[in-house]
T-cell receptor, first 114, second 113 residues
Framework: SAVISQKPSRDICQRGTSLTIQCQVDSQVTMMFWYRQQPGQSLTLIATANQGSEATYESGFVIDKFPISRPNLTFSTLTVSNMSPEDSSIYLC???????????FGPGTRLTVL | AQSVTQLDSHVSVSEGTPVLLRCNYSSSYSPSLFWYVQHPNKGLQLLLKYTSAATLVKGINGFEAEFKKSETSFHLTKPSAHMSDAAEYFCVVSDNYGQNFVFGPGTRLSVLP
C-alpha cells in the first residue's frame, strides 16, 4: 500500500468562497480519485483524477464546481468552488495501483461552510 | 451498473460474541469486492478483498468474508468481537474495469461490554 496525506485536515469557510484540497501520495499510483462523504453518509465518487488530462466526473458533479488537477503520479488537488452550506462534507482522496486492486485512502478533509 | 446493499444499518453485539455484517451486491461482471472499516474521525482502512481467487477471504484483525456467487453475497464475519471493532463498515464493489468503486451505505457496529 501507500501513505496518502491531505491538506488541510479541516477548514471552516464562508459561503461563496473556494477551497483547494491537496492530496499527496508517498509513491507513484496509477489512479487517483476524489470522494465526498456527507455527514452520516457513505462515500460518493466525485471524479477520477487523470494525470495530464481533464478529470472524469461522475453524474451530478461538474468541473466548474469541482475543478481537479493531477500534474504528476503522486499529487492531485480538488477545489470546491463558490461554496454553500450544502458542500459541508468530508472530502477524501484515494490512490490505486493498477486495475482490480484495492484503493487506499487519505485521512480526509472535513469542510464546514457557514 | 454495480450496486451494493448492506442489509443492516446498525449491528450491536456483546464483546466476545460473533460478528456478522451482511452485504449483497449487484454486478453484470465478475466483481472485485472489498470491506473497509472507518473508525470515528479516521480514514478508511482495508479489511480484506476478493478478486476472483479463493472464495473465503481472510483479512486483518481476525475478519473474514465469503464470496457466494449464487447468493450474490459477501458477508463479513469475525468469531469474537472486541471493543476496538466498534466502527463503521463499508462493503464495496468495483466496476468491470476494477477501478470505480461503489460503496454500500455502511453498517455501524457497536460492541457492548
Amino acid at each position: 500500500s501507500a501513505v496518502i496525506s491531505q491538506k488541510p485536515s479541516r477548514d471552516i469557510c464562508q459561503r461563496g468562497t473556494s477551497l483547494t484540497i491537496q492530496c499527496q501520495v508517498d509513491s507513484q499510483v496509477t489512479m487517483m480519485f476524489w470522494y465526498r462523504q456527507q455527514p452520516g453518509q457513505s462515500l460518493t465518487l466525485i471524479a477520477t483524477a487523470n494525470q495530464g488530462s481533464e478529470a472524469t466526473y461522475e453524474s451530478g458533479f461538474v468541473i466548474d464546481k469541482f475543478p481537479i488537477s493531477r500534474p504528476n503520479l503522486t499529487f492531485s488537488t480538488l477545489t470546491v468552488s463558490n461554496m454553500s452550506p450544502e458542500d459541508s462534507s468530508i472530502y477524501l482522496c484515494s490512490g490505486q495501483r493498477g486495475m482490480y486492486n484495492e484503493q487506499f485512502f487519505g485521512p480526509g478533509t472535513r469542510l464546514t461552510v457557514l | 451498473a454495480q450496486s451494493v446493499t448492506q442489509l443492516d444499518s446498525h449491528v450491536s453485539v456483546s464483546e466476545g460474541t460473533p460478528v456478522l455484517l451482511r452485504c449483497n451486491y449487484s454486478s453484470s461482471y465478475s466483481p472485485s469486492l472489498f470491506w473497509y472499516v472507518q473508525h470515528p474521525n479516521k480514514g478508511l482502512q482495508l479489511l480484506l478483498k476478493y478478486t476472483s481467487a479463493a472464495t473465503l477471504v481472510k483479512g486483518i484483525n481476525g475478519f473474514e468474508a465469503e464470496f457466494k456467487k449464487s447468493e450474490t453475497s459477501f458477508h463479513l464475519t469475525k468469531p469474537s468481537a472486541h471493543m476496538s471493532d466498534a466502527a463503521e463498515y463499508f462493503c464495496v464493489v468495483s466496476d468491470n474495469y476494477g477501478q470505480n468503486f461503489v460503496f454500500g451505505p455502511g453498517t455501524r457496529l457497536s460492541v457492548l461490554p
